[in-house]
Structure formats: structure tokens, C-alpha cells
């Protein structure tokens, strides 16, 4: 059975939630919110008129900072150079149900020196297009064991985030030997993806 988290909520991967865990999926989706009528939020979005395409990333850290740019997972990079973590494309417009981007990570397999993937999206050209996760709903992540497809965890993001253009999801981490995930949630006004790197580089 899924577990269902809340902001700043932990639970652990490889060892209470199922044993001999190798690959998850780690899904995120989102749907645009509903067009307001009439007021400066119509205004924007009637003067744009461009879904919200949100990139989806993962970057890996060392010592809980990010070596440089080649351990960042994103529509750019679509695999890591060891083969463990791996983006599964780009989602333009998050319509429909279910994961709107997913990205593969074997756990087994990561190098013992990344002890951290931070899972983070952010909005294609957000002050360009004037566009925010406000205008963003039913936000998620969620980890899924690759085996059987089974959910192990969700998120579901409920804070207000008017005015963030980046968004860090959750993050899996190593503590003692085992894996473990954190449901993080917290919204920044970061541009684009290389500004919200900064705030993991040494």
C-alpha cells in the first residue's frame, strides 16, 4: 500500500517499505489550474496564452553539493554517466492524467559517492511568460517500485506556490546503508534551472 506524506515527511526505500528494492520510477504531474475570469491573472494569461511546461530534474550530490553539471538529469541530459539515473523525456504541456515526466534511478547501482538526488522542476522561460506554480494544480511525485510497477509513496504538493517559479519535489537520500525519501515541497523564485543549481554547488 502506498504511503501518503506530507511536507517534511521521510520514509525509508530499501528497507521498511520493500525489501530488496533495486529500481524505482519517480513520477511527477501536475495539471494547469483553472483560467480566472476577468483581473490582472487573466490578463496574463490571455497576453501569453502558452501552457505552463514545467522540466522536471534530478541532480546528484556529493557531500550534499553538486560537482558540476554533468550530475544534473534533465531534457538536456536525459542519462547519468554511470547509467543509474535517467530521464524519461520531456513533457510539454502536463495535460492528462497520470505522470507527466518520470525519471528512472537505480539505487543499487548509484556510485557510494552521491549520497543525495534532489528531484526539482522548474517552468521554461517563467518571467518571460509571466507564468508561476500558482497557475499550477494537483501537483505530485510519487515513487514507484519498477518491479511490479507498485506505488510505494506519494507526495501531493497543497501549499500555495503564487509567485515560485521553481519547485524542489523531494529528494532520495542514503542514511545508514539504506535509502530514503523526503517529501520537501518547497517552492523558490529561481528562473531557471541554472539558478536553482547554484543553491547546490559549493
Given at each position: 500500500m502506498?504511503?501518503s506524506?506530507?511536507?517534511?515527511?521521510?520514509?525509508?526505500?530499501?528497507?521498511?517499505?520493500?525489501?530488496?528494492?533495486n529500481?524505482?520510477?519517480?513520477?511527477?504531474?501536475?495539471?494547469?489550474a483553472?483560467?480566472k475570469s476577468?483581473g490582472?491573472?487573466s490578463?496574463l494569461?490571455s497576453?501569453?496564452?502558452q501552457?505552463v511546461?514545467?522540466d522536471?530534474s534530478a541532480?546528484?550530490?556529493?557531500?550534499?553539493?553538486?560537482a558540476?553539471t554533468?550530475?544534473?538529469i534533465?531534457?538536456g541530459n536525459l542519462?547519468?554517466s554511470t547509467?543509474t539515473v535517467t530521464h524519461?523525456?520531456d513533457?510539454?504541456?502536463?495535460d492528462g492524467?497520470?505522470?507527466d515526466?518520470?525519471?528512472?534511478?537505480?539505487l543499487?547501482?548509484?556510485?557510494?559517492?552521491?549520497?543525495r538526488?534532489?528531484?526539482?522542476a522548474?517552468?521554461?522561460?517563467?518571467?518571460?511568460?509571466?507564468?508561476?506554480f500558482?497557475m499550477?494544480?494537483?501537483?505530485f511525485?510519487?515513487?514507484?517500485?519498477s518491479?511490479?510497477n507498485?506505488e510505494?509513496c506519494?507526495f501531493?504538493?497543497?501549499?500555495d506556490y503564487?509567485g515560485m517559479t521553481a519547485?524542489i519535489?523531494?529528494e532520495l537520500?542514503r542514511?545508514?546503508?539504506e535509502?530514503?525519501?523526503?517529501?520537501v515541497?518547497?517552492?523558490?523564485t529561481?528562473s531557471?534551472?541554472?539558478?536553482l543549481?547554484a543553491?547546490?554547488q559549493?
Amino acid at each position: 500500500m502506498s504511503v501518503s506524506l506530507k511536507k517534511g515527511q521521510k520514509v525509508s526505500l530499501t528497507k521498511e517499505t520493500s525489501s530488496g528494492l533495486n529500481t524505482v520510477l519517480v513520477g511527477l504531474g501536475w495539471d494547469a489550474a483553472p483560467k480566472k475570469s476577468g483581473g490582472f491573472l487573466s490578463s496574463l494569461f490571455s497576453s501569453a496564452n502558452q501552457s505552463v511546461d514545467c522540466d522536471a530534474s534530478a541532480i546528484m550530490l556529493k557531500s550534499d553539493k553538486l560537482a558540476g553539471t554533468q550530475d544534473v538529469i534533465y531534457f538536456g541530459n536525459l542519462a547519468h554517466s554511470t547509467g543509474t539515473v535517467t530521464h524519461l523525456g520531456d513533457n510539454l504541456t502536463g495535460d492528462g492524467d497520470g505522470d507527466d515526466e518520470q525519471i528512472i534511478v537505480n539505487l543499487a547501482q548509484v556510485p557510494d559517492n552521491y549520497d543525495r538526488i534532489v528531484v526539482v522542476a522548474n517552468i521554461y522561460k517563467a518571467d518571460e511568460r509571466n507564468q508561476h506554480f500558482g497557475m499550477i494544480k494537483n501537483a505530485f511525485i510519487r515513487i514507484v517500485d519498477s518491479r511490479n510497477n507498485t506505488e510505494l509513496c506519494r507526495f501531493n504538493l497543497s501549499d500555495d506556490y503564487t509567485g515560485m517559479t521553481a519547485m524542489i519535489f523531494g529528494e532520495l537520500y542514503r542514511n545508514n546503508g539504506e535509502w530514503k525519501f523526503n517529501a520537501v515541497g518547497q517552492g523558490t523564485t529561481d528562473s531557471s534551472l541554472k539558478e536553482l543549481l547554484a543553491r547546490f554547488q559549493g
